[in-house]
């Protein structure tokens, strides 16, 4: 064998065994959870679910605090670190301004159990909407979806899905697709051959009636901005599309800034 032709089988070795552990170890590098289970903050209710494959979620539910109630709760979907905690302040904010608000978390987040898949986290936020919609007491129309990020992709999921439309949606911060935003921070990857969880947030947005608003940071650094505004235009029913200039992915006013808390308030 020639040394080109031995260089050649070596490199495609090497390249074989970097596609293997990737596709092999890729939901390490999509789902960061933290699996403690949280204590429970003061003024906070436990609430307990079940995803339609058995699974047992732990969520919070947090009570509107501004003595104007209006009857309207907002289940919050979160990204993909993190656990039930870190939405907390969101929730007080929320319920300031008089909505009854549900945290979840996903399984393998904040002490549940199971792994984190794109079925997986559907399921789970399907839990959620059935228990507000049973034994939470509330009806399609006075629940309003909120998703963080990739919590974006499972509610745009999740409301496709649905054969009652939610009261309205923030999607914050979303992408185009799993593969769209893999192929931004790793170009020289075939991301969308190797993808198993694929999420394809703009092409199911535009099945979904719920009035939808798109926030977003115009230096996001994770989710580039220009795919935000793709879903923004792909929403079949676009309310408005709000840029908070400067902000980054994971800056604090994304988190719960006023941005965020109106336009969850707009929708109530």
Known sequence: M???CRAGLSVAVVVGLVVGMLWALQRRLIYFPDRAAPAVPAAVTEVGLTADDGLRL???QVAPTASSRNDVVTLVV????GNRAGRVEL???????????????????????GDPSEDGL???????????TGAG?????????????????????????????PRG???????VSLADVGKAHYPFLPVGLLLRDRFP???QIRSVGAPTIVVYGTRDTIVPPDQSRTVAESAANLVDSVSVEGADHNDPVLGDGPAVVDAVRRLA
């Open 58 to 60: 732990t969520a919070w």
């Open 201 to 203: 947030v703009a092409d």
């Open 122 to 132: 559907v399921r789970d936020a399907r839990a959620a909407w059935d228990h507000l």
């Open 78 to 81: 979160p990204g993909n670190a």
């Open 137 to 165: 007491g509330f009806t399609a129309d006075r629940i309003i979806l909120f998703g963080e990020s990739l919590g974006a992709a499972v509610v745009a999921r999740l409301a496709a899905g649905l054969s009652e439309q």
């Open 91 to 113: 929730a007080r904010k929320l319920a300031a301004a008089g909505l009854t608000v549900l945290l979840m978390d996903y399984r393998g987040y904040g002490g549940n159990p």
């Open 169 to 175: 949606i923030v999607l914050r911060s979303p992408f």
């Open 2 to 4: 020639g040394r080109w």
